[in-house]
C-alpha cells in the first residue's frame, strides 16, 4: 500500500489524482456512538473521491477509540489511497509527546499536528525525530482560525535581535527551521497566510481551515498561497455531503 511513501508525497499524489486541496475534517456529533461511527463512514465513502485527505480530532477518538473503531475507519480511508491526519496538537513536554505521538502513528494516521508554542528541545524535537524515521509527517500551527487566535499566535514578540515582530511570523521560521510537512493557517485571516507563505516559500506547505463555517474563503485562502484547505461542516453537515465536497473541489479548478 502507501506504507513506504513519505507523508508529504502521498497527500501531493492524491492532492493531484483526485485534482483536489480539500482536507475533509471529520468532527461529527452524534450521542450514539454506533450511529456516530455509522455515519462517519458513510460522510467518506461518499467524498472520497472529492477529497486529497482526511482529518481526525480528539471529537472522533474519544467517543470511538483509537485502536477501536478509528482504526477501522483509517483502514477505510487508506483503503481508498487517502492519507490520515490526526489533529492532536501535540503541545506537552517531550517525554509525553513522543508517545502520543507513536500511538497515532501505530493506529495507522500518516501525519500529526503540534503546538510550536511547546518548543524544540524537550517538546517537539523527539515527535520530529520519530516522524522522520517514519515517513510520517508533522504539521505545525502557525495561526488558528478562530477570532481569540490572535491573541496568542498575533501577538506581538521580541525576535532573537530584539525586533518587534508577530507570533505567528516566528512560528512559520521555526515550521521551516524544523523541518515541517506543512504550516496551519486560518483561512479566516488571508493577510496572515500571504505574510506565511512569503516566509516559507513553497518548501512547506500551507493547510488552510475555517472555509465555509467559521467564515473563511476557500478561493481567497487559496489565492493568498495555501495548498490544502482543511473542511468539516460546509461538507458533513449538509444534505449531500459528496455533493458539497465536489462543487468546492470543482470551484478550485480551472477546467475539469
Ligand atoms: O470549521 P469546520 O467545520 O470546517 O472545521 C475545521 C476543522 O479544522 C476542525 O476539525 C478544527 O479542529 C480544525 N482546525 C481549525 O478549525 C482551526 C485551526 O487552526 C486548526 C484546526
Redesign the pocket.
Known sequence: MHAQLEFKRFIEDTAKRNKSPIVL?L?LTREDRDELFKRTLKVITSVSRSVCAV?F?HQMILPLGLYDRVTTLVNEVHERKIPVIM?AKINDIGHTNEFIASQYFSAGFDAV?ANPFAGFKDGLEPVFRMAKAQQKGVLV?VH???SG?SEGYGQIVLDEKGQRISQFEVFAQKALRWGADGA?V?ATFPETIARVRSILGTDVPIYS??????GGSLSRALAAGAKYA?????IYESDDPAKSAENLRRSTVASD
Open positions: 475534517a468532527d482529518k480530532n489533529d499536528t500551527l488558528m482560525s478562530h487566535a496551519i486560518g481551515p475555517g472555509v465555509g463555517v467559521q482543511i473542511v468539516g461542516r460546509s
